[in-house]
């Protein structure tokens, strides 16, 4: 009821102290930040300046020459640096040695917070759609941070992709072979050809692509000289092993000459009708398939699969 | 006077009926011993008199009396009747209102001994309250000082009259019908008469006091008479009073004063010009705003004249009179056109068995627990904390308190450590009672501009500050000569209390060595110095004032005011409270609880239209074969009609009572054919009547039924009655269980119900009227016991003693408190364990019982524990409400007249300054009496003992509750006492009670702050007259002080040097006094107009450039610091955050002193010194003794106080804590600042270091602790003002262009300045700058600079 002078005294002067009569007469830390207001606008501000939200990007590059066009820089975090992020926004209030005192005292408790945040702010940013995560992923967002300093990696993008390719993808990887997914903390457009990414811990390869669900016919863009587009066959049923849709070798099956159904040179509108029926010509003719030849297996020969780079890191 | 012929008012009208209460008392036995009369005025002088003094004292009566053998009745007044009003516009005195003055008394005996035939008998007696005579009446009366101007005659007169019924009426009727026989009467009667009598609040609530005026004794041999010896006598009285004067009833009482509009409404009313001009002549006012106040002293024909008026103009002297009694009448009453004529008052009491052998038993003791605390609720606290075993619950007595206090919800929040401290402080204040402090001109805002315009945009003329200062500094001279002088004339009235006694030798005078003219002239002195304080006041500073106050006035900007304060109030302890508890204890409510049946706390009283007047009793109910129905004509007669206009009223009142009155009505059954038994009838009427006067709530109410309610009631008792009942079906239902209704609800159902005539319970109904006020019917039971007076008789052992007997030889030791006590949070502890003190003083007094309405225990706690779910004192609360289960009642009264006497000075009733024997003094007496004017509260006891600083251990020896009819029980020596914490010190011994030290008369603790710019003038409210001297702005981290003057303007900063050897100055970066060492800056540089004291702090900080002082400054500041956490923080910006913590420098002025001059010693020794050697007045030191203030409190987070310098020294530092002391740092003793109550003055001037979010406190043991803060708009604007710098290296940034992050602030704006080795550059602006790539910053470059916040216009 009571609290003594002495006591208290004392207490201001010594983190353990302060620790020990905190957690003696009033309320622990909250495991979960979420149940206390003020500890979740403290996690999610402090989550937001781990993740180097806010940071003037001159300190990130510090010369434009370090990120040129067209090119990809990747990253480690120091986190001693992160810490001394934290401490300097945490210091502003600090007037008294006993504030710095408590401010060391509840140290732990201020990394929980922070790393709880960074790992909310992907959450937040996705909003509704955190539904449609693969479960994994799901599952390592809401974990409860690891209780030790971890490593933060990522990279900066500048390309005419990060504009070109609406939905461009990115996966991390742990591993080379790209079996152990890396949670992702950050991914933001720092402008319009500056794409920033941070992972939680160490990635080891990462694999940019376009959006995958865009289902679009292609062609082939013509390699070297000379303006022919072509297309690729693929197999529309299974032949000697080879399963429907897998791709006919071109020394089987040469692709089909887009350019010659075109209906007008150089319009780029095609005759669909008679790029169908070449097409089934060709396919009986190279893999005996007599079978019909409907808009289907169209859409299965001219249907485009999406682009993908891989990178893989040394450290 | 206009031409009308005389007005009298209409009379045999209506009467307003109004309810008392009456209680009997028998007494069979003539040796019982009982309290006399507190005075015997016929033992006054008169000129024939030579041996006794006129002085109060040859009045006073001691011993125990016997009571004569008899039915002695006494009846309460209405609480309306005994409360004195005062118009508030005006400082009149008191007025109480007048008091009926002629009873008429009933009385009823039922003879039962012929069981088939029993017989009502009725006598009646008038008693003329307001008779008076020379001649000791037949009947024991009260006797009354009498002025007349002959002095031989006797000064005294016996007061009351009783006659039998039938003699008072041919008497009266003869004076009725021989105008000259009336006129010579007339002389008989006082005017008027009320509550207080001669002057004496117990007048009309003792019965020694006030027999045969508000009592009556129905004489032994007039029972006798009745004739059934050796049984019980069946006896029922009735009192009826009315007023013998219609100018002194109620009902026609003129408003004391009129607000403006209902006045001119009034006016308006009146056709009569002339009445326009006469009720302007009576009714004025000072000044436009003011109601119009009646003046006092009229005459009855001009009282007359003005009724008459008002009456025309439908004055409302119906409601008038209800409201100002808090009276009501029945629901539905119509009260428009109503023209109340005159008032009755009357209560019964019943039935009295008078019994010549029966026992009626005496009080007992032996169930009574005392409790003694500082306050009511202390005591309380302890009661209860003691009845629930403390052992496993320590806090019950704290949290009761806390309780009480309503600091309960706070005390267990965490945000809110400081509760408990509260808690303390605001226990030791309220044992203190505060007093007007005198007047304090401050000037503010016209309440209307407020809205319009900031407070802070106007500028007064900077003149005004010290105009207004100069103004209160003569009004604080006007208010303390003010108190010293009546402070004067009381010690005037106490030494010519002491001549007297001198002067006629009398058988209370001792021996001393002092000659009557020698006395004179020593009073004589005295009162030439006392006009001579009054001359300076009237001639000099009174004309001063106005002038002053005039010339403000006219140089105010218009939205201003000038308006007077209350100054920092005087305080004076209170005395200590006992508290009784006993199931035989009733707190009796016949004063001031009329308004328990109520839930509007009315009493409610009837019209004479409303009263009972048939009973109707259906045939076979009560073994009637036929319907009884019982009416005035066939009930008890009076013995004759009473020969007044409305006679018949009070016979119908009568007749009411015999028809209510179950004792009565049982044998009128019989005598009309009921065949039950009587006590059976009896019971069955009382049943019935109980039914009626307190109708019980039902569940269900027939529509029908409802709607004659609708009918019956007003519309807002009928709108409440529908919020509880709701229609189901052909009823209406209760809504919610009959036991979850609160009283109030219950109450207004009952008033509701009553006034309906709706009493579903009633078998036998009374109709024709209105059933009256509980209050109405006393049951009489046995002897009533009703706790009226208190005396008390103690022993007191005082830790440091002055007897009377060493007036000039002893006296106190200037050391004495800080030998003895060592200063706790709030009050004074004793050091070490008390010692049992042998030498021990006896002091006694009898005091008045103020009711003191107990609040309701239960229903608080209760009410807590549903509001507080979560209550960390669920489980205490609990407890306490479980113990507290058929709590007994409880009585409370406060040791009255304990703290006058302990001054030696006696709380009795004084006579008028006057000497009826004529003598060569008879003319200094008369100048006496001018002077000293209503200053006689005291009078002098010369054998007491002087304790002006009341402390040491106190043991009761003695305490008797009387009660109103002058019986007693003694508690002597009580085994157990139950002493509540405020009263407790280590190693008290049992049943001792620990008085801490206090000072007995009124006094104060001056803590106000100095202006900065003069510190010879206090703060006012002038802003000009800021205390603030400077600021100083403290980086803990890096061992830095940052300084700036009390506008905010930034002077430099004094570091540690990294060594910790030196100290660092730097004036301003960007300042032009950069670079100049720190002498030069604030003797020749930019700093030479800095505060002086503000300056000179500066400079010993410095300490020529060592660092030592510096470093423990700070070190002890840092630590301080961590402790304080202002409630207000939250109200400054954002800044505040940013700057840490800013401390305010600013000076404050501490003084003691009482109020008048010191209470001096009364005894014998010490005035004979006075006049025959010419010394002062003593006060055996106790002006010298010294008092420790303690500045700051470490207990109080909200304290804001770091530490302090004294008297404008800065080489040493006062911190309130420090792990490091030093040479100049250290944590100030105890006995630091020292004050006494010594004229002139010791004055301390202490410059305080402090947050100003937070307030300071002075604590001194013997006052509240002192708690003063500064507005924050006065600091405010310097706050926001502050020019703050931060060092900032490195710094990256774009080269071409300033952009780096800084904090969002509002209003405020950041910018940089750099020192290019010679020259500051401009401070420029800082472009905002995010995480967006733009690619335009190349190149960068590093930086080293500052970083500037400036925030609003700098000055």
């Known amino acids: 009821m009571k609290y003594q002078r002495e006591e208290l005294l004392k207490a201001l002067q010594n983190p353990k102290e302060l620790k020990r009569l905190r957690n003696t007469t009033h309320h622990k830390a909250d495991k979960n930040p979420g149940d206390n207001d003020v500890e979740k606008a403290l996690a999610d501000w402090l989550g937001r300046l781990k993740l180097l939200h806010g940071l003037p990007f001159n300190y990130l590059v510090p010369d434009t020459k370090m990120l040129p066009e067209e090119s990809l820089r990747i990253f480690y975090c120091n986190t001693l640096w992160l810490d001394y992020l934290q401490e300097g926004a945490l210091s502003l209030g600090r007037s008294t040695s006993s504030m710095k005192v408590h401010d060391q005292a509840f140290a732990s408790d201020l990394d929980y917070l922070s790393r709880w945040g960074m790992r909310k702010q992907r959450s937040k940013v996705l909003g509704h759609l955190v539904h449609h995560l693969h479960p994994d992923e799901l599952k390592a967002l809401n974990a409860d941070p690891i209780p030790v300093n971890e490593k933060v990696t990522g990279f900066l993008l500048r390309s005419g992709v990060v504009s070109g390719w609406e939905g461009l993808q990115i996966e991390a990887f742990h591993d080379k072979e790209q079996t152990q997914p890396a949670t992702l903390l950050r991914m933001d457009h720092l402008g319009p050809n500056v794409l920033f990414c941070m992972y939680e811990g160490e990635v080891k390869s990462f694999r940019i692509h376009e959006y995958p669900e865009t289902l679009h016919f292609g062609v082939d863009t013509p390699v070297g000289a000379g303006n022919d587009f072509t297309k690729s066959f693929r197999y529309v049923v299974d032949v000697d092993g080879h399963a429907a849709g897998t791709q006919v070798k071109d020394s089987i099956a040469p692709p089909v000459q887009i350019n010659e159904y075109e209906r007008q040179k150089g319009g780029r509108v095609v005759k669909v009708n008679a790029l169908a029926k070449a097409m089934q010509k060709s396919l009986e003719t190279s893999i005996s398939y007599d079978g019909p030849f409907t808009a289907a297996e169209f859409a299965l020969e001219m249907v485009e699969g999406v682009q993908a780079v891989n990178f893989q890191i040394e450290y | 006077m206009n031409s009308q012929k005389p007005f009298k008012l209409a009379t045999d009208g209506l009467g307003l009926i109004v309810p008392m209460n009456v209680e009997a008392l028998c007494v069979n036995n003539d040796e019982v011993e009982y309290v006399p009369a507190p005075y015997n005025f016929s033992r006054l002088p008169n000129a024939d008199d030579p041996s006794i003094p006129n002085l109060s004292n040859v009045v006073m009566t001691s011993g125990l009396v016997n009571m004569q053998i008899g039915v002695h009745l006494h009846w309460a007044l209405p609480d309306g009747l005994t409360k004195g009003v005062s118009p508030q516009s005006s400082d009149s005195s008191l007025q109480f209102p007048q008091t009926p003055d002629r009873w008429l008394i009933n009385r009823v005996f039922t003879d039962i001994s012929d069981p088939n035939n029993p017989v009502n008998t009725v006598k009646s007696w008038v008693i003329e309250s307001n008779y008076v005579s020379v001649e000791k009446p037949e009947r024991e009366t009260t006797t009354v000082p009498f002025k007349t101007d002959d002095d031989s005659a006797p000064q005294y007169r016996y007061l009351g009259r009783v006659q039998e019924f039938e003699t008072w009426r041919e008497q009266f009727l003869a004076r009725e019908a021989n105008p000259e026989l009336k006129a010579a009467d007339t002389d008989n009667y006082v005017p008027g008469l009320s509550a207080v009598g001669y002057g004496s609040p117990e007048f009309a609530a003792s019965y020694a006091n006030c027999k045969s005026v508000f009592g009556f004794y129905d004489q032994h041999k007039d029972l006798q008479n009745l004739g059934v010896d050796g049984a019980d006598y069946l006896l029922s009285y009735q009192v009826i009073g009315w007023y013998h004067d219609v100018i002194n009833d109620p009902v026609t009482q003129l408003p004391i004063e009129m607000a403006p509009e209902p006045f001119d409404r009034l006016l308006d009313k009146i056709t009569v010009p002339a009445d326009k001009d006469t009720i302007r002549k009576y009714y004025t006012r000072n000044t436009t705003d003011n109601p119009y106040v009646l003046r006092p002293d009229l005459d009855s024909p001009t009282r007359l004249i003005l009724i008459r008026i008002f009456t025309e103009a439908d004055y409302g002297f119906l409601t008038d009179t209800l409201n100002r009694n808090a009276w009501s009448l029945p629901s539905g009453t119509k009260l428009e056109g109503l023209q109340v004529t005159h008032t009755l008052i009357t209560g019964t009491v019943g039935p009295v068995l008078w019994n010549t052998t029966r026992e009626y038993p005496q009080m007992q003791d032996e169930t009574i627990s005392i409790a003694i605390g500082n306050t009511a609720s202390e005591a309380l606290s302890a009661l209860i904390a003691d009845l629930t075993g403390n052992q496993e619950l320590p806090f019950v007595e704290s949290i009761l308190n806390a309780l009480q206090l309503g600091l309960l919800k706070d005390i267990g929040e965490p945000d809110h450590i400081n509760r408990y401290e509260q808690l303390q402080l605001d226990m030791h204040a309220s044992s203190y009672a505060n007093l007007d402090g005198g007047g304090l001109w401050q000037v503010s805002l016209i309440p209307e501009n407020d809205k319009d315009q900031g407070s802070d945009e106007v500028n007064l003329p900077p003149d005004l500050a010290d105009e207004i200062n100069n103004l209160n500094l003569i009004q604080s001279d006007l208010d303390r000569t003010e108190a010293e002088i009546a402070t004067q004339r009381s010690e005037i009235f106490m030494d010519w209390y002491r001549f007297m006694q001198v002067l006629r030798r009398g058988p209370l005078d001792p021996d001393h060595n002092m000659q009557p003219r020698d006395m004179a002239e020593f009073i004589q002195d005295e009162i030439e110095s006392m006009q001579q304080l009054i001359q300076k006041n009237e001639t000099e500073r009174r004309p001063d004032i106005a002038e002053r106050v005039a010339w403000i006035i006219s140089n105010l900007p218009q939205e201003y005011q000038l308006e007077m304060v209350q100054g920092p109030r005087y305080y004076e302890p209170e005395e200590p409270v006992a508290l009784f508890q006993g199931a035989s204890i009733k707190p009796p409510q016949r004063y001031g609880g009329d308004g328990r049946y109520m839930a509007n706390q009315t009493l409610l009283c009837r019209l004479s239209t409303q009263v009972i007047t048939t009973l109707t009793i259906p045939g076979n109910q009560i073994g009637n074969p036929a319907v009884i129905v019982l009416n005035r004509d066939n009930t008890p007669q009076l013995p004759g009609d009473l020969p007044l206009d409305y006679g018949n009223q009070v016979h119908s009142l009568f007749t009411e009572n015999s028809l209510l009155n179950p004792t009565v009505v049982a044998a009128l059954c019989i005598n009309n054919g009921s065949t039950l038994e009587y006590s059976a009838l009896r019971e069955i009427f009382l049943t019935n009547l109980r039914e009626f006067l307190s109708p019980s709530i039902p569940e269900m109410i ?654």
């Not at chain 2, 300054?913 to 010369?942: N, Y």
Request: charged share 20%; aromatic share 12%.
């Open chain 2, 702 to 1355: 027939p529509n029908a039924e409802v709607e004659l309610i609708g009918n019956r009631v007003a519309e807002a008792d009928f709108k409440f009655f529908k919020e509880l009942y709701i229609p189901d079906g052909p009823d209406y239902v209760l809504k919610v269980p009959l036991s979850s209704l609160e009283d109030d609800k219950i109450n207004r159902l009952k008033y509701i119900f009553i006034s309906a005539s709706m009493a579903w319970g009633v078998k036998l109904p009374y109709t024709g009227g209105i059933a009256p006020s509980e209050i109405y019917f006393v049951k009489w039971d046995e002897n009533p016991w009703l706790p009226f007076s208190f005396s008390w008789e103690i022993s007191f052992a005082p830790f440091a003693a002055i007897e009377s007997t060493q007036a000039f030889s002893a006296s106190y030791d200037p050391e004495f408190i800080i030998k003895t006590f060592k200063l706790g949070d709030v009050g004074f502890v004793y050091k070490g364990d008390v010692p049992i003190l042998q030498e021990t003083q006896a002091h006694s007094n009898t005091s008045f019982m103020t009711p003191h309405a107990e609040q309701n225990f239960q229903e608080q706690i209760k009410k807590f524990i549903d509001a507080q779910k979560d209550s960390p004192f669920d489980k205490e609360l609990k407890a306490i409400l479980e113990s507290m289960k058929d709590f007994p009642p409880i009585l409370s009264q406060s040791f009255n007249g304990f703290n006058s006497d302990m001054i030696m000075r006696n709380e009795v009733l004084q006579l008028d300054i006057k000497d009826p024997v004529h003598s060569m003094f008879s003319g200094f007496t008369e100048e006496v009496r001018q002077e000293v004017g209503p200053m006689t509260q005291t009078s002098p006891s010369m054998g007491s003992y002087y304790n002006p600083i009341r402390t040491g251990l106190m043991r009761i020896d003695k305490l008797t509750i009387i009660d109103a009819f002058g019986r007693k029980v003694t508690i002597d020596k009580p085994r157990k006492i139950i002493v509540a914490q405020g009263l407790i010190t280590e190693g008290l011994p049992a049943n001792y009670v620990y008085l801490p030290p206090r000072i007995l008369q009124p006094a104060r603790l001056q803590f106000r702050w100095l202006a900065a710019k003069n510190n010879a003038i206090e703060m006012n409210t002038h802003p000009a007259t800021t205390p603030i001297c400077g600021w100083l702005l403290a980086n803990h981290l890096d061992n830095s002080l940052v300084l700036y003057t009390n506008a905010g303007a930034a002077l430099g900063s004094l570091t540690v040097s990294e060594n910790l050897m030196n100290v660092i100055w730097q004036g301003v970066p960007g300042g032009p006094g950069f670079g100049l060492n720190l002498y030069d800056y604030f003797e020749s540089g930019p700093g030479k107009d800095v505060n002086a004291s503000f300056k000179k702090l500066v400079i010993s900080l410095f300490n020529d450039g060592q660092a030592s002082y510096l470093q423990a400054f700070l070190r002890a500041n840092d630590l301080t610091f961590s402790l304080v956490q202002p409630e207000n923080f939250k109200q400054l910006g954002s800044n505040a955050v940013l700057m840490g913590s800013p401390i305010a420098v600013a000076q404050a002025r501490l003084d003691m002193e009482t109020a008048g001059m010191p209470a001096y010693n009364q005894s014998w020794e010490a005035m004979e010194r006075e006049v025959n050697d010419s010394q002062p007045k003593t006060d055996n030191g106790f002006t010298k003794v010294k008092f420790p203030i303690r500045l700051g409190s470490m207990e109080q987070v909200n304290d804001g106080l770091l530490g302090y310098f004294k008297n404008n020294d800065y080489s040493h530092y006062y911190a309130l804590h420090t792990d490091q002391p030093s040479d100049q740092v250290t944590i100030p003793d105890e006995t630091n600042i020292l004050l006494s109550l010594e004229r002139p003055s010791n004055s301390e001037l202490v410059t305080l270091l402090f947050d100003p979010r937070g307030s300071i406190h002075a604590t001194s043991g013997v006052f509240p602790v002192k708690e003063i803060n500064i507005p924050p708009d006065v600091f405010a604007d310097a706050l926001e003002t502050l020019r703050l710098t931060f060092l900032t290296t490195p710094i990256l940034t774009n080269s071409a262009k300033l952009a780096f992050p800084v904090p969002a602030q509002d209003g405020g704006q950041w910018t940089w300045l750099e020192n290019d080795l010679d020259k500051w550059s401009e401070a420029s602006e800082i472009a905002g700058i995010d995480d967006k790539a733009t690619m335009d910053y190349t190149t960068q470059e590093i930086k080293e600079g500052w970083l500037v916040l400036t925030k609003g216009t700098q000055k």
